[in-house]
C-alpha cells in the first residue's frame, strides 16, 4: 500500500527520495510523487502516475533539494490521476503533506470547516493540508500547533503524516496512528519512512513511533510528543539486514528469487530454534501461557491465514488444545463469544496488515496474551503482541507471499513440537522436527529443480485457461486454498481452492471440456478419495493434475513429492503450486511481482 519516505538536512535529498520510493514499489501502488526544497528555498513538486520509472523521467537537474518528502499512492479517495497522488498541497502552496491510511470523517471536516476552499483533488488528505493552513494563516496558529489540532478532529482515523512548511523546510512534522513510521537517524541528517526497507543505503538505526505520537524531525534532532502531549524519548533498534537482500540480483523477478530461498529458509529455522539434539529452544514463559489456555485461535489474512490452518492440525495433534483459525477483518467484529482463557497467535509476514491489528488492539483491551509470527522485527504486531518469533525469511518483497507461508508453517511446527513435549504429548515426543525440517528442505529442493517440466504444464493447462480448481482433503484441502490464491492473485486465472468432497455438492456444475483440476494427494488416509474426486471431473471433461507424495504416487501422477511427516507435506507440495502461478504469470506477460490491484502490506481495513 502506500509509502512515505522523507529527509531533511542533506544534498542528496532527491536521489534519497527517489531511491526510497523504488525500494517500496513492492507494497503497490499506482501513482508517485515528491517534494523538494533546494537551499535556495525553492520547492520542486513532480508528481506522475504509473510505475516510478515515469517519475524519473520527470526529475531533471533542476530538481535539486535539502530536504523533502515523498509518497508511493495506492489509491483509496478518487481515481489514480496526478492530482489526486502526493504530495498534497495547501492552495497558497505554503504545505505540503503526505499521508499513508484512511480519514474517516474528511467530508465532515471539509463541510465543517472549509466550506470556502476550492479543492484540488478528490482525496482525503487535501483536507487535512488544507485545514493546517487554514488554522496558520486564518486563525495565526503556528504550524506545530496548526497540524496538532488537524491531528486532534480526526477521530478514530489511521494515518502516517509527514508535513513540511516551505517556510521552515529543514523541519519535518510526523504524525502516526494505526499506520507504520519509522525515523532513521543518520550522521548530519534524519530521514522518515513507512519501512525501513527504504532507508537501508541511508541507516540501519530506526526509531519506533508509537500510535498517537507527534514529531519533529530536523536535520540534527528528532523531537517526540506522545498522544498526552507529554516529552517522551523512544527508543531506537537496529535493523540487521544488508541492504542487497532487498535486491533481486541475477533473477528476473522477486517471486523466482523467494521460492528458491525455501530451502535455506527451512534449514536457517532448524539452526535459530532448534538445539543441536534437535529440541526447541523457546521461551519458557511462552510455552507456559500456551499451555495454560484451554483454547488457541490463530488469526491471519490472506496467504497467513491459509498457513494458520495448518497451524490448527499442528497444534491440535501436538499441543491437544483445540484451536480456531480466524480470518482477522471477520473476527475483529464477530463480536465472538470466548472461552476462560484463549490464547490467540498472529500470523503475519508483514506484522502490519490492520485487520490483524483491529484483533490485536482488541483482546490487547481485555487483558489476553498473544503472539505474533512475523517476519519483520520490530513491525506494529510484533511490538503490540506478548511474545514475537521471527521467521527470519530475509525480506520478502513480491506481492505473493511464499517463503513467509513455507517460513510460517515451519515456526508453527517447531512450536507444537515445543509445547507437545512440555506436556508430554506422543506424537510431538516422536517428531524429530531437526530431520523433517532437512527432509523439507532437500524435497523442496528437488521440487524447485522440476522447473521445466512445471512451466511446460502452465503453458499447457493455465496460460489460456479461465478458471482452474485445486481440490484436496484436510491438509491438502488447506494446501489448495493456498495454492488457488497464488494462482489468482498474479495470473489473473480465477481460481478456487475446494475440499475435494465437496465438489460434487454444486461446484462440480462449473467443471467443463479442458477445466484444469489439480488433485494435492499426500495424505494416506484420504488419497485414494481424492483420487475418485478427480475421475469425476475427468468424467465431465476436466484435464487432472497431481501433486502426489512418493509414497502413495501412482502411475501418471504429474508431480511426485519426496516424503516427509504427513504434517509437514504443506511445505512441499505447496512449491509446484507456487511454480505453477509463476510460470503462468510469466508466460502471459503480466507483473509477476506487482500484479494489478494488490498491495505487499495492506495497512488499511
Ligand atoms: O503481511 P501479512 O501476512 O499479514 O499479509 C496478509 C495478506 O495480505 C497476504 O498474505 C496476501 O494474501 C498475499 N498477497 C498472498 O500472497
Given at each position: 500500500m502506500c509509502g512515505i519516505v522523507g529527509v531533511t538536512g542533506t544534498d542528496n535529498s532527491v536521489s534519497i527520495l527517489i531511491n526510497g520510493l523504488e525500494k517500496l514499489e513492492y507494497r503497490g501502488y499506482d501513482s508517485a510523487g515528491i517534494l523538494v526544497n533546494d537551499s535556495e528555498s525553492n520547492n520542486h513538486l513532480v508528481k506522475q502516475t504509473g510505475d516510478i520509472s515515469n517519475l524519473k523521467k520527470l526529475v531533471d537537474n533542476k530538481v535539486k533539494g535539502h530536504s523533502g518528502i515523498g509518497h508511493t499512492r495506492w489509491a483509496t479517495h478518487g481515481g489514480v490521476t496526478v492530482e489526486n497522488s502526493h504530495p498534497q498541497f495547501s492552495n497558497d502552496e505554503r504545505f505540503y503533506l503526505v499521508h499513508n491510511g484512511v480519514i474517516e470523517n474528511y467530508k465532515e471536516l471539509k463541510q465543517e470547516y472549509l466550506s470556502d476552499v476550492n479543492f484540488k483533488s478528490q482525496t482525503d488528505t487535501e483536507v487535512i493540508v488544507q485545514l493546517v493552513d487554514k488554522f496558520v494563516v486564518?486563525?495565526?496558529?503556528?504550524t506545530k500547533d496548526a497540524f496538532k489540532k488537524a491531528i486532534s478532529l480526526l477521530g478514530n482515523s489511521s494515518y502516517g503524516f509527514l508535513l513540511i512548511d516551505t517556510e521552515d523546510p529543514e523541519t519535518l512534522y510526523v504524525a502516526k496512528n494505526k499506520s507504520p513510521l519509522l525515523i532513521g537517524k543518520c550522521d548530519g541528517y534524519n530521514v522518515v519512512c513507512s519501512d525501513s526497507v527504504a532507508m537501508l543505503n541511508e541507516t540501519k538505526t530506526f526509531m519506533e513511533i508509537e500510535d498517537g505520537d507527534f514529531l519533529i524531525v530536523k536535520p540534527n534532532s528528532v523531537f517526540v510528543e506522545d498522544k498526552n502531549g507529554k516529552e517522551v524519548t523512544r527508543d531506537t533498534f537496529e535493523?540487521?539486514?544488508?541492504?542487497?537482500?532487498?535486491d533481486k540480483g541475477?533473477?528476473?523477478?522477486y517471486m523466482l528469487k523467494e521460492v528458491d530461498e525455501q530451502p535455506n529458509v527451512m534449514r536457517h529455522l532448524a539452526s535459530k530454534y532448534l538445539d543441536q539434539d534437535g529440541m526447541p529452544v523457546i521461551d519458557k514463559k511462552l510455552l507456559d501461557d500456551i499451555n495454560k489456555s484451554d483454547r488457541l485461535y490463530i488469526v491471519g489474512a490472506g496467504t497467513s491465514y491459509h498457513a494458520g490452518l495448518v497451524g490448527k492440525a499442528l497444534f491440535e495433534k501436538m499441543v491437544k488444545i483445540p484451536t480456531e483459525v480466524v480470518v482477522s477483518s471477520e473476527f475483529a467484529y464477530a463480536d465472538p463469544l470466548l472461552p476462560n482463557k484463549p490464547f490467540f497467535i498472529f500470523l503475519s509476514q508483514s506484522g502490519e496488515t490492520a485487520d490483524s491489528r483491529e484483533v490485536l488492539s482488541n483482546i490487547n483491551k481485555k487483558g489476553y496474551s498473544s503472539l505474533t509470527i512475523t517476519n519483520v522485527a520490530n513491525s506494529t504486531l510484533s511490538r503490540e503482541a506478548t511474545y514475537t518469533l521471527l521467521?527470519?525469511?530475509?525480506?520478502?518483497?513480491?506481492?505473493?507471499?511464499?517463503k513467509a507461508y513455507t517460513a510460517q508453517i515451519a515456526l508453527e511446527a517447531i512450536l507444537a513440537k515445543a509445547v507437545g513435549i512440555s506436556i508430554n504429548n506422543e506424537k510431538a515426543n516422536n517428531f524429530d522436527i531437526k530431520q523433517q525440517l532437512g527432509l523439507v528442505a532437500t524435497g523442496m529442493q528437488a521440487v524447485i529443480e522440476e522447473k521445466q517440466q512445471i512451466e511446460e504444464i502452465a503453458n499447457e493447462y493455465?496460460?489460456?485457461?479461465n478458471r482452474a480448481f485445486y481440490i484436496g482433503r484436510g491438509i491438502d484441502y488447506y494446501v489448495s486454498m493456498e495454492a488457488s490464491l497464488k494462482l489468482k492473485e498474479i495470473s489473473y486465472v480465477q481460481a478456487e481452492g475446494f475440499a475435494s468432497g465437496e465438489l460434487k455438492h454444486g461446484t462440480i456444475a462449473l467443471i467443463e471440456e479442458g477445466t484444469p483440476v489439480i488433485g494435492i494427494i499426500s495424505q494416506d488416509k484420504t488419497a485414494g478419495l481424492t483420487r475418485s474426486n478427480l475421475e469425476e471431473t475427468a468424467a465431465r471433461g476436466a484435464k487432472i493434475i497431481t501433486i502426489a507424495k512418493q509414497s502413495i504416487a501412482k502411475d501418471g501422477d504429474t508431480f511426485i513429492i519426496p516424503d516427509v511427516d504427513e504434517l509437514l507435506t504443506p511445505l512441499v507440495t505447496v512449491i509446484p503450486a507456487q511454480l505453477l502461478a509463476y510460470y503462468t504469470s510469466l508466460n502471459k506477460n503480466l507483473n509477476v511481482d506487482r500484479p494489478r490491484n494488490l498491495a505487499k502490506s495492506v495497512t488499511v481495513q
Open positions: 486564518k486563525d495565526g496558529l503556528s535493523v540487521d539486514i544488508d541492504p542487497s537482500e532487498a541475477t533473477y528476473p523477478n521467521l527470519e525469511a530475509g525480506p520478502e518483497i513480491s506481492v505473493a507471499s511464499t493455465f496460460v489460456k485457461a
